[in-house]
């Protein structure tokens, strides 16, 4: 696992990225712990930015379980679905050639309140507010955000996302990626 550590305001955050497998495909584990070591409450959330570029393809269709769209879209709790998909070039090619795929729901992940995709521009610049783009999409991105949440001190909220579907191999000292 690779393990980062940031702190705002009192407020330990730890991303902890690991390879996995889940339901049998090579993934990463993205997870976040944010732990309040304040005397006071501090209101924390997560946004998760993701660049969908596939091997040359920086205009990578995305689908969800509720289908393929070329237009960003939005989905809000508890409309979130389960998984969403990167495709190199088509939604509509076999499952042979699947790329990437976000899972939102099961296993370690935990549903984010908020999951948008659509162009890179109109997301990259995000801090944490954001406006809907129902757009044609030329350079896809999605976003995940868990809301803020209001933390008391020496309280710890974790977050955590599957994304994967390349190849992953892990050797003692070293991880290798693709």
């Keep these: 696992s690779i393990y980062c550590y940031f702190e705002v305001s009192d407020v330990l955050i ?3 990225t690991t390879p996995v497998y889940f339901g049998g495909n090579p993934m990463i584990l993205i997870e976040y712990y944010l732990e309040n070591r304040d ?6 959330g997560v946004l998760l930015f993701l660049d969908t570029m596939i091997d040359s393809s920086d205009n990578a269709p995305i689908a969800t379980e509720y289908g393929y769209s070329h237009i960003g879209q939005e989905y809000v ?3 979130i679905p389960g998984y969403w998909q990167a495709f190199e070039h088509s939604p509509f090619q076999p499952d042979s050639l699947l790329i990437g795929e976000g899972i939102l729901m099961g296993g370690d992940a935990i549903c984010p309140d908020r999951f948008v995709y659509g162009d890179f521009g109109r997301y990259s610049g995000v801090f944490w507010d954001y406006t809907v783009y129902e757009e044609e999409y030329y350079d896809s991105s999605v976003l995940l955000r868990w809301d803020a949440a209001l933390l008391p001190p020496g309280e710890t909220r974790s977050v955590a996302t599957y994304y994967g579907l390349g190849s992953a191999e892990t050797v003692p000292g070293e991880i290798r990626l693709s």
Excluded: K
């Design 39 to 44: 005397d006071v409450s501090h209101s924390v």
């Design 14 to 16: 730890t991303q902890v």
């Design 77 to 79: 709790y508890p409309e």
